[in-house]
């Protein structure tokens, strides 16, 4: 709800000129009672005013006006008019109110009860104000304790702090520590930034807020929601400590702790990450974030996950740091995964040591000892390449140290090895791959029967310069190699041990992630 403040201007009401005894009648009460001795503190209120009078009905009470000017321990208080009771050291006072609690603190108001044996200010008008160095504070009503130096509003407050402007039902202003505590629809506001909230402890001079129970925070690009936690308005930097949602559009992210830098951009999310970008459909996980927006990149570690959706299909990648691109358009331009990546997706999964996924080539890079599995093929390379067309494999390269292997039953594998390899695919579907240069291989001749099943009925075993394999269904069904071939052919039981298996082959199965979950290890 909005506010309307009283633009009614403030004046000061100077003490009046003491020259002339004609023309100002001086009153002070120096009853032996409220004699103020050297190391005492000051009990009785002292008073001075142009024109004055005792009740006719209670001869402890004067009625003062004209230039009214109160002391009391320190303190000063100015009015058109007033009514002190001596007996009781209270003083009631109308009309251009304005107090002076220190050199730089300052209240003022249309009407005033001081109790001055309790310390107590009560002060109303159309528009309070206190003014204490560079903070201001407005109400319809202020009460002031002395002793603990704090001012107590209930009804509404407004306060400016420099370029921060706060709003809130109730709340009281510590004039020692400077600190304001408020609640009831707190809005704090300076030109770059909004909070809202319900309970708030707000320091004036670092200018931090302290935040308590559901808030939120607007900036130009984003929105921060938490449960608990710190703005520093003057440097545009917020602290959350529970329950943390970002959202910068398209982009949107959740932790336990987050330190967000506004002019930066930047976040730092630590415990339980969450992060969702709906323009590309991608979602990310981890121990810690920072996304940077400014500079359209985040990364992920500590538990690292990033689901990539794509054409209706998954890809999971885990790895020890995940690293996630855009260009100032918001669109995914690249994806690195650094040490220990695992990959998973329907139709194919993959281990290896580095990979990097480049959107605008729809190319994905695997370094360092890299295993891809599809079907029941397993590949292995120092390098492997694949490219992608409309969320489709359309070629896999296999870059020095290829092999290919096909598991047909617990000791017998199809295994083809070469220099270099590459596998096309139509609609994802693999149509043949070419293993190029040192060719070798060893090949089961298998036969299919309903009642038996697969049967092996024999086994080449040879050397060749290239060897292309035909597909059909996702299985083998057609071996040519090209030149003039070194080949041998067995008997499944004559095989020598020493050429059923090729140097370098392992059969790593157990490494296979067989689902999303199952990326972080069984």
């Known amino acids: 709800m909005m506010r309307v403040y009283s633009q009614k201007l403030f004046v000061v009401v100077k003490r009046p000129m003491k020259t002339r005894w004609s023309r100002y009648i001086v009153l002070i009460l120096l009853l032996l009672t409220q004699a103020t001795w050297p190391g005492q503190a000051q009990k009785l209120i002292q008073y001075e005013s142009g024109l004055g009078r005792r009740d006719p009905d209670n001869s402890n009470v004067w009625i003062l006006c004209k230039g009214v000017v109160a002391v ?44 001055g044996n309790a310390r107590l200010l009560d002060i109303w008008g159309d528009t309070v104000a206190l003014f204490d160095g560079e903070t201001e504070l407005y109400s319809d009503m202020l009460s002031f304790d002395r002793t603990r130096n704090t001012a107590y509003f209930s009804n509404w407050g407004h306060a400016v702090n420099r370029q921060d402007t706060l709003d809130c039902g109730r709340g009281k202003y510590d004039a020692t520590t400077k600190w304001m505590h408020i609640s009831v629809d707190v809005y704090l506001h300076n030109q770059s930034s909004r909070l ?39 440097q545009g930097y917020a602290l959350s400590v529970k329950e943390t949602m970002v959202n910068n559009g398209s982009y949107s992210l959740m932790c336990d702790t987050l330190h967000y830098y506004e002019e930066k951009q930047l976040c730092r999310a630590i415990g339980r990450v969450e992060m969702h970008d709906t323009v ?54 690249y994806i690195n995964a650094y040490h220990s990546v695992r990959m998973y997706r329907y139709d194919v999964q993959s281990t290896c040591d580095s990979a990097y996924y480049l959107r605008s ?79 070798q291989m060893v090949y089961y001749l298998t036969d299919t ?13 040879g050397v060749g310069s290239d060897i292309r394999i035909y597909f059909e269904k996702r299985k083998a069904n057609r071996v040519v190699v090209s030149s003039t071939p070194d080949m041998k052919a067995y008997p499944v039981t004559l095989l020598p041990k020493e050429e059923q298996y090729m140097d370098g082959f392992k059969w790593r199965q157990a490494d296979r992630p067989k689902n999303g979950q199952s990326l972080f290890g069984e």
């Open 449 to 461: 029967d309903a009642d038996v099943g697969l049967s092996l009925i024999g086994v080449n075993v």
């Open 361 to 439: 080539d729809s190319l994905l890079t695997m370094y360092g000892h890299p295993v891809l599995w599809y079907n029941e093929y397993q590949c292995t390379a120092d390098t492997m390449r694949i490219l992608h067309e409309a969320g489709q494999a359309k070629k896999a390269s296999l870059l020095a140290n290829c092999m290919v292997a096909e598991k047909l039953d617990e000791i017998h594998y199809n295994q083809i090895k070469g220099k270099n390899g590459v596998l096309w695919f139509a609609e994802g579907e693999p149509l043949y791959a070419d293993i190029l240069g040192n060719a």
């Open 280 to 333: 590309n459909q991608l979602i990310g996980y981890g121990g810690y974030c920072e996304s940077d927006q400014n500079q359209h990149v985040s990364f992920l570690t500590d538990s690292a996950l990033v689901c990539y959706i794509v054409s209706g299909d998954t890809l999971y990648v885990h790895a020890d740091t995940l690293v996630v691109g855009n260009n100032e358009e918001k669109e995914l331009e």
């Open 196 to 234: 809202y909230t319900d309970s708030l402890l707000y320091e004036t001079m670092p200018k931090v807020a302290h935040f308590f129970g559901e808030t939120t925070i607007y900036s130009d690009t984003t929105m921060i929601r938490s449960q608990q936690g710190q703005y520093y308005s003057g």
């Open 72 to 115: 009391h321990e320190g303190m000063t208080l100015h009015a058109d008019s007033a009514v002190l009771n001596t007996a009781q050291n209270d003083f009631t006072a109308f009309g251009n109110v304005v107090i002076d609690l220190t050199d730089t603190t300052f209240i003022y108001g249309e009407e005033l009860y001081y109790d």
